[in-house]
Structures are given as structure tokens and as C-alpha cells.
């Protein structure tokens, strides 16, 4: 995916078999072939080489939005250690920031025959927020 010895200028879309190890895995297999037809898109190696660049530090002491971090106790590409990891970066005292893992999601989530659930959680949180303001 990051290509490093190939041109930007060009795109990369996953075979099927990559897509379905690195996204779609715990997911049915007919609805791996369903999302993979649907959702897999050529992307720009720029965006992904950009994230290892300098232009995309974050300096974590700063005040920021609330963040809810959803790990899914199964996705490859963003694991749940990576992402809490992330979560306990952000330090600024009078920030939000929270993390929930989901055992048994993947990277495609929201795909998964527990959306509805995960959705709630999300709706919950963000009610939450909304009242403290």
C-alpha cells in the first residue's frame, strides 16, 4: 500500500484477498465480496506516505475536540493496542478524550451484524457530550 519504491502518481487498490485480510475480516464472506464490489477504491499513495510525514504531527498537549476512539479488538490495520496508544497521547487537561474497545470488530465495523449496537454506543457518547456544553 505505501508503494515506497513506486511512483506516487500512481493509485493502489487491494486484491480482493488483501482487502479481505486487512479489512474485512470477521465479516461473512458474502458480505466481504458485497462491501469489497461496493466500497474497495483505487487510493492515492500520497495520502498514506503523507501520514509518516512531518506535515501530519499533531502536538498532543493542545485542546482539542472531543475524540472517541473505537477499537475493534480484531482489525488489523488499526489494532486496539495502536489505539490506545493514541488515545493516552492526547493529554490536555480540559479536553475529552475516550476510547472503547470492541472485541470482535474489524477495521470495517460498520459493516458488521453488530452496527446497530456500536451506532448506539456512539449516539450515547455524543449525547454525553452535548450535555456538558
Known amino acids: 500500500m505505501l508503494g515506497l519504491f513506486s511512483?506516487?502518481?500512481t493509485t493502489f487498490l487491494p486484491t480482493f484477498k488483501q482487502w479481505q485480510y486487512t479489512i474485512a475480516?470477521?465479516?461473512p464472506l458474502a458480505d466481504q465480496r458485497k462491501y469489497y464490489g461496493e466500497l474497495a477504491a483505487p487510493e492515492s499513495k500520497?495520502?498514506?506516505?503523507g501520514a509518516l510525514s512531518l506535515a501530519?504531527?499533531?502536538d498532543f498537549r493542545q485542546p482539542?475536540?472531543?475524540l472517541l476512539?473505537?477499537?475493534g479488538g480484531a482489525d488489523r490495520i488499526m489494532p486496539a493496542a495502536l489505539n490506545r496508544a493514541n488515545h493516552r497521547r492526547y493529554r490536555h487537561a480540559g479536553s475529552v478524550t475516550d476510547y472503547q474497545e470492541l472485541p470482535g470488530r474489524s477495521h470495517a465495523m460498520?459493516?458488521?451484524s453488530t452496527w446497530r449496537e456500536?451506532?448506539?454506543?456512539?449516539?450515547r457518547w455524543l449525547a454525553a457530550q452535548a450535555s456538558l456544553k
Not at 456500536?118 to 449516539?123: E, I, K, M, Q
Open 7 to 9: 511512483s506516487l502518481e
Open 25 to 27: 475480516n470477521g465479516l
Open 46 to 49: 500520497k495520502t498514506i506516505r
Open 56 to 58: 501530519a504531527r499533531v
Open 64 to 66: 482539542h475536540a472531543p
Open 69 to 71: 476512539f473505537l477499537a
Open 110 to 112: 460498520l459493516g458488521q
Open 118 to 123: 456500536d451506532a448506539a454506543l456512539v449516539l
